[in-house]
């Protein structure tokens, strides 16, 4: 399974970024799905992570800004980013693990420069 993440860029304070992931390859039934981010010098931390049904949970930073969505048919996902910072730059990574077996994937990353 591949992931393949898109959508980053550089973009000035205020505006919005979408990204997607997509998932391509051998495919059993993915599970939760999330978007994480590494910022320089710092952990990678989970952003948005959603459910196969439909739940969400948000890290408090990303609460009211982001909105993470997905569709199970195509198995993408995506991240709507409005109101971006300074500090939401970094590297953000997809990730996704299967529903019945213990396999967890990592997209490569795309990158976001916000801009003050």
């Known amino acids: 399974v591949q992931l393949q993440a898109s959508g980053g860029g550089l973009v000035q304070a205020g505006g919005s970024l979408r990204l997607s992931c997509a998932a391509s390859?051998?495919?059993?039934?993915?599970?939760?799905m999330g978007w994480y981010r590494q910022a320089p010098g710092k952990q990678r931390e989970l952003v948005a992570g959603?459910?196969?049904?439909?739940?969400?949970n948000y890290a408090d930073s990303a609460k009211g800004r982001f909105t993470i969505s997905r569709e199970n048919a195509n198995n993408t996902m995506w991240l709507q980013m409005n109101s971006l910072k300074p500090d939401d730059t970094a590297i953000y990574y997809c990730?996704?693990?299967?529903?019945?077996?213990?396999?967890?994937?990592w997209g490569q990353g795309t990158e976001v420069t916000v801009s003050s």
């Open positions: 959603i459910t196969r049904g439909g739940d969400t």
């Open positions: 390859g051998s495919i059993f039934i993915i599970g939760v």
């Open positions: 990730n996704a693990a299967e529903l019945f077996r213990p396999k967890v994937y």
